[in-house]
Every structure is written in C-alpha cells, then in structure tokens.
C-alpha cells in the first residue's frame, strides 16, 4: 500500500511540472469581471401592493360576510362589496403615500425584512385609523368596521409575504449578476477589512468588490484572497474606468479629513458613488449604533462583549445536541457503510485523528473517516510545495493520497461526520470557523488569528460560499464575520445552506 500512494505521489509531481513548464501563470493576472448586467427594477413593488391591497379587502369581505368569523351576521344580502371600492381605493392610497414617504419604496441594501414590517405595520395601523374616521364622518349604511381589521391583519400577511418572495427575487437576480454593484474599497485597515467582511458574507446584498487601493505598499500591492490589491491612491481615477467601477467605498481613518474630500470629488467625476464609513476609533463596527437626532448622527458605542458567550453559548450547545439526536437513526446507518466500505478497500484504520486548533488556542484531536492511504502525512508538505497552495490553507485537487473510497466521501462531506463525536465532547461545533493545524496557525498573521475567538464546526460560512475554492484570507474574513454577527438564525441559516451545497458537491475534493 505504501508502494502505491510513493508511485502516485510521483506521477502527480511530474505532471504538475509538466503543467507548469506548458502554461506558466502570472499570479497577478486580474480575472475578467463578469460583464455589465442590467440595473434592478424597481417599479414593480407599490403596484403589487396596490393589487394586494384590493385582494386584501376582497378576503377580508369573504372572511366577514361568508365565512361570519368572530362574529355572525344579522343580514348578510344586504352587504354588497361594491360600497367598499372607494374606502378601497382611500386605504390603497394612504398606502402608497406612507410607505413612500418612510422610504419602504427605495432600495437600502442591508435592511432587514423585519425592519420593513415594521414600516408595513405602521402604514396598515395608520390607514387603518383613517378609514374608521371616514367611517364615523360619513356614516355608511353598509359597512362593518370589524372587516376593517379583517383588511389590517390580511393586508400585513400579505405585504410580508411579497416581501419574502421580493428578497428570493433579488437575491436570485444578483446571483445571475443582475442589479450588482461593482465596489472599490478605499483603504484596507482594520475598518476596510470590517467593509470586506460584511460584502463577501452577504452575497444577497449585491455588492462585487473588484479591488482596494491603499498608499501603504504592504497593503495596496497585496492581494486578499480573490480581492485584488490595485496600487496606491493615485490610480484611483484611472481604476474606477479600468474596471467600471459603480461604487467607490472609503474607509479612511477621518484624520485624512481632505484627502477623504478630494477622493470624493475624483470619485463622483468619473461617475461612481462614494459612501465612507467612519473608522470611530478603530471599534469593530458591531459595537456602532446609528441613532437620528432630526438629521444629526449620533453614534453610540457598545463594549463589544463577544456574541458567542455565556447563554448564547449554552443556546448553541443545545441546539448541536438536539440536531444530533434527531438525525441519530439515519448517522448510524451512514457510519456503518461507510466504516464496512473503507474496511473492504484495504487495510488502514477507518477513523483518522487530525490533531488541531479550537477556540482559544487549544490543541485537540479531530476525528474524521480515514479517506487518504496510510502514511499520507508524510507526503504532504512536498506536495504543498509542488501544486503552489497556501499552506495555511493547504486542499489539493486530485490529490494523489486520496483513495477511491476516499474520493467519494469526500466530495460527499461523508468524511466529516465522525467530527460529531469532537461536538459531543464539546470541543467543536455544528456551525463555526474551520478547525486548522498547528502548522497552519504558526504562519498565521495577527489578524488571522480574531478566527480563533469561537469554537470550530463542521460547516461555516466558507462551506456556502465555495469551500475548498476559497483562498485562505477570505476564509479568514469570513469566519470573523461569522463571530461577530453570530445568531441562533444565522447558524439554522448556515445549516440549511449546507444540505445543497453538499448534495450538488461544490468545492469539495
């Protein structure tokens, strides 16, 4: 057996230097941009609430007049639909004029969907006031001021679900790279990274960071992960025009007080938008709250305590337990075929112990489905060195130590089930940043190591956004995203996003 993976190892080797002699690669090669789609439209949502406003008052005439909910009624022939059009038409309105004038009609990227029910709600419950007092005014003979609320409830159920539908809506278009903006990060300090972060995690944002420019060389001239870094700020213009920029993001510290003014005043010459966010000490942004006191930012600072601690940890611990006993019955049966299949395919232990890095620094052992030949560590860092992949970071395609059974479980994330016992044992986690090596974390820089603030998973934000496919600075990026934004709905999020990405295999060898 020892034999064989030597002589795979070999071939591997001589092909890759036959690949390189044949087609040597510039690193620094920038890759083209997807091409120029179409702006989003945005038209269409006051005139779909218009129309689910009038079905509104429709189901809430059956709600009252047919099926009598709550309460029955004396005379049902006499109530005609037809007298409630123009009441209608006023509450369509009040509608309208409301939710335009709160803004639910623009397009923030960022707001949350409960922040726009909460403009729905307060729209409903002032159009709501109006109608009754048109009601008491004019004195219909018809009418029911009970179906009033019928309209309130059924017209904020329906509002919210077009909400829903309206964020799949986009999120899909913005895959397709429809209503995408193309983004240029001014700066990459502490606050350009906290920016980075956040556009790389919520792709449903539609943000597409094409570069950064910085006058520090170590920084301007390197790049992050698939960020490319464009040079200093003096190619700012000509960068904006080479790469089509729409949105130039400034992340200066506000000392630069008139080098941020003139950034703004080249930036809007050649078209793009400028945005800035204030560095506010270097905090992490989490710890900034933005409160409006009638046009004047007042911002508040927070103690920036860690998300993932005390019952928030034990919340997570529960919720790890409970998901694993419910998906015990079907675990059992994958761990026995897979242990009978890597058993037939030769000798070797069936699990494997990687010892690596969780919270904090501690070492542990890591257990997974053995899916390389024996004696396969011994061969790693020569491979490393030969494919050019990050060794901090270290995945290989068509890796030559992988066996046939190996391969299979692997594409299929089968290989990582044993790390359930490692979140039994409490050292990792369902959801979380991925474990490294020793090795890994002794070339790490004092940045990358904000990912060992939280204990490791199974799956995390880089399993959903490519996996093996992601360079190792924005799985960085990505994993302190994870911990300073953590939620119980972020972690079911994140766990639901994982079941396809597994089942159509991306990123994964």
Known sequence: MRLNVEDAVEQYLEKIEGEKTKHPSDSHDIPPLKPRKKRLPSEYLPIIDLILT???????????????????????????????????????TMLYLIYHGNGLYKTVRGRSWTEEIWIIIN???????????????????????LMLVYVAAITIGLLAIARVVNRMVLAHLRSQGIGVQR????????????????????????????????????????????VKGLGNLENLRST???????????????????????????????????????????????????????????????SGEQRISGANRLLKRAIDIFLIVLALPVLILVFVGTAIAIRM????????????????????????????YPDA???????????????????????????????????????????????????????????????EVELYEPWHRQRLQAIPGITGLLQISGRSDVPFDEMCLLDIYYIENWSVR???????????????RRGAY
């Open 183 to 226: 983004v240029l990060i001014v700066g990459v300090g502490e606050t350009g990274q906290a920016v980075l972060r956040v556009m790389m995690a919520r792709k449903d944002l539609g943000y597409q960071v094409v570069g950064y420019v910085d006058d520090n060389p170590d920084r301007g001239n390197v790049d992050l992960g698939r």
């Open 345 to 372: 395919e030769g000798s070797g232990p069936i699990l494997y112990r990687a010892r690596r890095v969780g919270e904090g620094g501690e070492e542990f052992d890591m257990f997974k489905f053995r899916s390389m």
């Open 123 to 145: 729209g409903v419950t002032s159009a709501t006031v109006i109608l009754l007092a048109l009601f008491f005014v004019f004195q219909p003979l018809v009418t029911s001021r």
């Open 54 to 92: 009038f079905v509104a008052f429709g189901l809430a005439y059956i709600a009252r007049y047919e099926l009598t909910i709550f309460r029955p009624v004396l005379d049902p022939s006499t109530a005609a639909f037809g007298p409630y059009l123009p009441y209608a038409a006023v509450y369509a």
């Open 240 to 302: 904006i025009r080479k790469y089509h920029v729409d949105l130039v993001v400034i992340t200066l510290p506000w000392a630069y007080h008139e080098r941020i003014l003139s950034i703004v005043r080249t930036a809007r010459k050649t078209g793009a938008e400028v945005r800035a966010v204030p560095d506010v000490f270097q905090l992490n942004l989490r710890q900034v709250q933005v409160e409006n006191l009638d046009g004047i930012p007042l911002l508040g600072i927070s």
């Open 377 to 439: 560590e011994l061969y790693r860092k020569k491979l490393v060195e030969a494919s050019g992949e990050d060794p901090r970071h270290p995945k290989i395609r068509n890796d030559p130590r992988v066996t046939k059974v190996g391969a299979f479980i692997r594409s299929s994330s089968i290989d990582e089930l044993p790390q359930l016992l490692n979140v039994l044992r409490g050292e990792m986690s369902l959801v979380g940043p991925r474990p490294p090596t020793p090795d």
């Open 490 to 504: 972020l972690d079911l999020q994140i766990l639901l996003m994982t079941v396809p990405y597994v089942a159509l």
